[in-house]
Structures are given as structure tokens and as C-alpha cells.
């Protein structure tokens, strides 16, 4: 069992363009399992990875592996593996050479012991037959299982992975992600991987680590995560296509529930305010929530386009394009000033212009402040 713990980890740069702040006050702790910092370009998931690893320094607080303080030893002294996007073997040497060079500080193993290290390793990663091959001739793939092996061979307490698979085509990326994710539940090695592409984090991870802006936003297995945003990027960063979002109202809707109003036409009902949101009360101003793959639309016809909507009959709106995906289809369609987007069955056909009666359980709607950003729940 090792754990890893970053305490209130600051990072800030400082140049002559003024200050950085890169990671901002992130606490975190990871033990024997796969954790994913996810989030967009810039939000500071690389410069936590090479804080962990001892390559850039931390600004404020503390790391510590098994409550040993690392925060300023040297990387080798951390026992922590990397690896980056790019690889980083040496084309000069072969497999086994390159595989080896990751013991090259382990004094305490035999020549020989190192050589079964290696051997073990490679067969771990299915590239026994490549030991004695130059890494200059090697595919993509086989590159990114040497680099994985050579990291492993030195069985560290903790392995960093920045964005490994990014330099894969699509079919072998999803295929080292399973390898990746059945060797990690192996070895229970406590791992931190970073990733901007949220299928991988969603796939692979024990939990994720969502951030913005360096800032923590939220942390927790990736299907809690999915459906219980704490906040509006959350919502928006997890789920493709994101979840939409537009302005409501909340409106007296009878003894038993509130209702949901569209903020930019009172007449479009979005449905009621899930039972477990407390504290709105009708006239506060929210954002409405609704997953693209939790709308189901239906043609309206013309006889009811128009007409004043009901719960029942759905909200309307004009369909503005539809995306074929082969499997589920994304249908594009306008409600009022909004954009929204809903996730369709293969055989449901909608064209530009037509308009559609919009379904939405009342289960399925998020409510966030509109000042904050928060989840009313
Ligand atoms: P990406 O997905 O694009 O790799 P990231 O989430 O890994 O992004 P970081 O590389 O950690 O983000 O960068 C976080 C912030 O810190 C960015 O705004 C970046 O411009 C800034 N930053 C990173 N390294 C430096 C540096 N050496 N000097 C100044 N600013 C830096």
C-alpha cells in the first residue's frame, strides 16, 4: 500500500508578464489505485505531474509518499516512475537496453537478477520478442510498451503517466487503455494519469480529479462524478456531447412541486424542479441541467406547434441540424435564444427546420445558481 498526498500545493511562475498561478491550493490523496487529472489545456494537470515527480518545484505546501516528505527530494530519490507522451527511450539502444537503463540505479539487484527483471517485464507487456530489436524501428505501440515497461521494471511506489496514449492512433489508443487498466488492477501500483480526453479518464480511472483554472473542482469515481456535477464547468467538461444548460425560472407549480419556467419565455415549461433540489423558491433565477442523452424529442405537428406546452406534451423547439453518428445520433435544435443538443436513437430521423416536442423527466434536471456556477441540491 503506498499513498501519496499532496497538501494545499501551490504553484506559481513568475515571469516579467506578471504572475501564474498554475496550481492553486490542491489537496489530494491517492492509494493504490488509478487517478486521473482531467480537465482543459492550461488548467494544471502536467505541472502537478512534474510537481509529484520532483521536476518543478512547489511554490506552498507539501508532498508526501507514505508519509515521508518528498516535496524537496531530488526525483530520484522519490521512487517514482514517469511516463511521457512522447516516450522518452533512447533510439540509440535496444528494447533491453532501454528497459535495463531504468535499473541503472537499482545497486542492490545481480546482473542477472536485472536481466529477469527486464524479461518479466517485457513479457508483462507482451514485448518479449522485441528485446533485442533497435527502438528507432519499432511502431508506435511497441515504442509505448517499451517506455511503460522500462518505467515499471523499477517496481516504483508511484506511476506518473502524462498523457501516454495521445500519440496513438484510435483503435491502438483503446486498446493500451485496456491493457493500461487491466495492468494497474494487477499491481495496484497508486498511479496518477493525466489526460485532457475524458473517455480515457471516464474508462480508466478509480476516480477523477476535475480541474480549472489549477483549481480542484471536483474528485470522485467518474460516474459519480457524471451525475452529480458540483458545478456548471463540471457538468459541462464531463459528457459529450456536454450537457446543456439555459436560463429558467422557478414557478409556483401547485402544492406538490415547483415549476420550471424558460427564462426567455415564460410560456415554455421545462417541466418540474426535481424533489431533490431544496431551498429555490418560485421567482429565483436558475440554470436548467439536462444531459443530451436524457431528452427524448418527438415531431410535433402542426396543429400543436404553437399551442401553449405542457408537461406532458414537452417543451418546443426547431431543430437546427442533425449529426449523424452511426449509433446514436446528435439533433441539434433551437428553444428560443438557446442551442441545446439531444442524443437520439439510430432509427429517429429529424430534419433542419422541423419542430419537436421536447421530453425531459423531472429526475433528470440540474439546477445550478447562476452567480456561482453551483449545484442547487
Ligand atoms: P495541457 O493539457 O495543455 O498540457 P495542462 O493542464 O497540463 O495543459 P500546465 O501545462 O500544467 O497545464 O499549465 C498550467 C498553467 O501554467 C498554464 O497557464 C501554463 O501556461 C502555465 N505554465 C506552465 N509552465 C509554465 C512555465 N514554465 N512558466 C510560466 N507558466 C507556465
Redesign the pocket.
Known sequence: MVELTLTDVT?R?D?TQGT?V??DDLSLTVEDELVVLL??????????L?MIAGLETVTDGRISIDGRDVTDLHPSDRSIAMVFQDYGLYTTMSVRENMAYGLKHSTSLSASERRDRVEEMATMFGIEDLLARDVSDLSGGQKQRVALGRAMVREPDVFLLD?PLASLDAKLRSEMRTELQQLQSRLDITTVY?T?DQKEAMTMADRVVV?DG?RLQQVGPPEEVYASPTNRFVADFLGNPPMNQLPAVVVDGGPSAQGLRYAGDAAVSLGTVPASTRGVTPGDEVIAGMRPESLSLTASGPETAGAAETETTGFPGTVTVTEYQGNDNFVHFAVGDEALTAVVGPDVEFSPGERVSVHVAPEDLYLFDPATGDALS
Open positions: 504553484k511562475y515571469d501564474e498554475a496550481v480537465g482543459p489545456s492550461g488548467c494544471g494537470k502536467t505541472t502537478t512534474r498523457e493525466v485532457h480541474l489549477g
